[in-house]
């Protein structure tokens, strides 16, 4: 993993932030301008799907996260689970059988590509690192081998800051993620009591929730922390 051209790009990011503060931010912004892409992100990876997005070029990125997170589908969340990149160089043809509840949300965000390379550590998953293009088109042999030396140094990167200590000395982690899950993963505990499922379930069910209304799952998350909804009828309904 640690070749010298890994080595390289690790040097210039830190170089582009000398205090360790935007690092992944420095990562994503190097990775967009060196590769023929329209945009980057970063996302946190757990064995059970998304934890969050460490840094995204653009808003198309953020978006592209944000789908795979509330639809528990698409090609970062393969890459992941698969171990393998998963190249698509021409979404419109290929998403809507392979993952059909992303493919309408990522297409009608301007995505018409995506290469995602997971960020693992032998079986540990650690993330994955997600490129689109706006326009169909694959990446050349020299370009993907550009995009793995990315992906190692993404996932060093990604290491370090999981242990490195936040300066207010706390033993969180020092991953700061642009989207805050924190309000999913509390909502996902009271729909397990109201729904009376477990907690694997009761995120599906925010899922599907989210997807009838067509609302990001963090949106359907505040309503249940407000009380504005409620899944009781679930366990009516089992």
């Known amino acids: 993993m640690a070749s010298e051209r890994v080595a390289t790009i690790l040097s210039d990011v830190w170089a582009e932030s000398p205090d360790g503060t935007a690092l992944a931010t420095a990562l994503v ?7 023929p892409v329209s945009g980057v992100g970063i996302a946190l990876m757990t064995d ?25 589908e698409g090609p970062c969340i393969e890459a992941s689970q698969s171990g393998r990149p998963v190249l698509q160089p021409d979404l419109a043809t290929t998403a809507p059988r392979r993952w059909p509840a992303f493919a309408g949300g990522a297409l ?28 169909p088109g694959t990446l050349a042999p020299a370009a993907l081998r550009e995009a793995l030396s990315y992906a190692d140094a993404a996932t060093l990167l990604l290491l370090y800051l999981q242990t490195r200590t936040p300066s207010d000395g706390s033993a969180r982690s020092a991953v700061h993620l642009v989207d ?30 989210a997807y009838a209304a067509q609302r990001p799952v963090s949106d359907v998350a505040r309503d249940v922390l407000t009380g504005a909804l409620d899944f009781s009828e679930n366990r009516d309904a089992r």
């Open 29 to 35: 912004d190097s990775c967009a301008r060196a590769l």
């Open 180 to 209: 805050d899950r924190a309000e999913v993963h509390q909502a996902t505990g009271i729909v397990s009591v109201q729904a009376g499922v477990d907690l694997a379930e009761a995120l599906v069910l925010l899922r599907a929730r």
């Open 108 to 135: 009608a965000a301007g995505v018409a590509a995506v290469f995602a390379f997971p960020l693992r550590v032998g079986a540990i998953r650690v993330g994955v690192l997600d490129l689109y293009r706006d326009t």
């Open 48 to 72: 059970r799907g998304p934890a969050g997005t460490v840094a995204a070029t653009d808003g198309a990125a953020l978006t592209l996260e944000e789908l795979q997170f509330t639809l528990g």
